[in-house]
């Protein structure tokens, strides 16, 4: 294992293991690796971290994702092979109970002829080129078999117990995706749900996703009757396989390959095409694919590769099928896409392009676009109106990313497009709540808008949701301005209350100190690290459903993160008293934990330090931590990020009374620190309502004064 992953067991910083390495001389040697990337073996290790106190037992999950970092193979190889592993355990337990009762040297000897009868009967003739590399070939076949390590697979069927085979192989393909951020694009949950739902009202349908990534768009869709999937990357489409054929009981059929130059699925017609395409790229086949038979909307620019993929989806579709696809708003208005857009509208396969608020997707910083199209039904009229939805007023002041309000964006998208969908584009009545403007067209002010498409077919073509949805007045109103007023007034003056007044000292305090660390191992503080989240939580969830999350701390809100789906296990729940600690960014923030955020799951880049009441009073403990000297020492520096080693933080040795003395002191700056904050917030608010009020005439430049 490497210095992160003893860093991962330790809930601490590879800063902290480095420091062990040279300050312990009997530290684990390095068994393999290079000098700047040394690995370790795990039980050297583990047995090193228990004896120091540090580590009490590693859990299974680790183990199985150790085991798999390990192995001899890739670590993509290794997880496929134990996907396919927990595929018979899914598919056929009696099988995999026989295996199990047999020894090791027998069980590595049938298991392989067991994994291809189960692998042929899910994925057919694709199994031979998916599963080349992952899977040991039958002895039936004569060929080298590759080795099958009985003990990593009889724990990952051990974790697969606890989890179920889905949810085990679900977090060890995160594990595995987290350690390759930068070389794969991945399409978050959120808007993965949301192009589902459009494109797949019903049950039973047939489902081509042809750049599959890790196949987060066909697993969002619900009770499928086929799932085709394709990407470039061969271990990508393996895994993408399994994870399909895990998740469902659909017939799964993945293939490796470029899409766009080598289509696996020539003669496939589906019932719905989701697609998350790369983005600008150049070297797309343009020159080779110049008389391709997909080009029926115009042969795309070699700057537009996703107009390739919008008509390579449509051309996957039977008729009146629909396709999704993520797609950069620049692609809304490039000049040089104008002909191919003109076209879809003219034809009436463009049905609808939505605007997704920044941070629904990589890249983060844009705000990405839905296009939804229909493929024409030969006799039928074309439809003569397209839909917008602009979604940045419903994102609201929770937008960014880890912070989208998902299910307001997908109740208001549906609710935009369901009733246009199933008027067909023609006399579309938008929404229940729309209004009609005066050109006919339907809007529901600030989120969206039917526009017939012969408005559209103009020099430009732009179909940019903002360009044509039509925005409410801004303004909140004079009579809830003056309400933030006199509220921003109020906590001024509570400001002034609060204001501290520092006494000096003679002399700095000539007190012994001791680190966190230390009280840990004797007893005065437990320390628990945070684990991951998926999305902001529902605004009816109560703190026992929600995540603590590093914003959260920083700002002093409540708790707003949802659990990941399919968590393996208990998350550390926070109480009263407790002390949270962001240990990336360098900053010195802490939160003591109240009533009001009791219960919630600590999440990630968060440590709990829960003191025993009979010898630290956590106002105290939190008070100390927050000194700039003490973080400073207590940080190492990356290239791209600093890190807080929660166990090097100093405090001083004062009896429970004198700790008392500090912690009310540390208490009242807290909440002189929360009205300073309330503050900031409703000058902001006051101050952007103004000037809004003033522009859209909802206040009058008279009434300042008053």
Known sequence: MTAAGIARLAGVGRAAVSNWRRRHADFPKPVGGTETSPSFALAEVERWLRDQGKLVEVPLRERVWQQLADDPSTTATALARTGCVLLLVRERPAVWQELAALPDPQLAELL??????????????????LFRAALPPAASTGTAAVPVNPAAVRAAVELAAGLGPEQAFEFLLGRFLDTNLRQYTLTPEGPAALMAAI?????GATVLDPAAGAGALPRAVERPAALYAQDADPDLAALTALRLALHSDAAVRARSGDTLRADAFPDLAVDAVLCHPPFNERNWGHDELAYDARWEYGFPARTES??????????????????????????????SGRRIRAGLLRRGALRAVVSLPAGAAPPYGIPLHLWVLRKPEPGRAPASELLFVDTAEVAGAAGGRDRLDWQAVHTAVLDA?????????EDSTGSA???????????????????????????????????HV????TGAGADELLKVRDRLADTLLLTRELTPAPTTAAQPAPWS?????????AGALLIRAGASLAGPAAPDHSPRTAVLTEHDVITGGPPSGAPADGQDD????????????????????????????????????????????AALDPWFLAGFLRGTANTRQASSYASTATRLDVRRLQLPRLPLADQRRYGERFRALAAFEDALRLAGRLGEQLVQGLFDGLTDGTVRPDQQGE
């Open 112 to 129: 392989p002829t067991a994994l291809e009868q189960v692998l042929g009967a899910r994925f057919g003739e694709d199994r031979t080129e």
């Open 306 to 335: 996703e107009l390739a993929w919008v008509q390579h989806a449509l051309a996957r579709l039977r008729p009146g099928g629909t396709a999704i696809l993520l797609m950069p708003p620049a692609a809304a208005s490039r000049r």
């Open 470 to 473: 039509p925005h409410p007045a």
């Open 433 to 467: 709540d729309s209004t009609a403007n005066t050109d006919g067209s339907q809007a529901q002010a600030g989120i969206s808008r039917s526009v017939p498409v012969i408005e559209l077919l103009d020099d430009d073509v732009d179909l940019a949701p903002a360009r």
């Open 513 to 521: 100190a001791t680190t966190v660390g230390e009280l840990a191992r």
């Open 199 to 203: 494109a797949v009202p019903g049950e």
């Open 570 to 613: 208990e998350p550390v729940r926070v109480e009263t008293g407790d002390v949270v600690v962001p240990v990336l960014g360098g900053g010195s923030v802490v939160r003591v934990v109240d009533e009001s955020a009791a219960g919630a799951a600590l999440g990630r880049n968060l440590h709990l330090l829960r003191p025993d009441p």
């Open 417 to 425: 497009w369901r009733p246009f969908n199933s008027a067909d584009g």
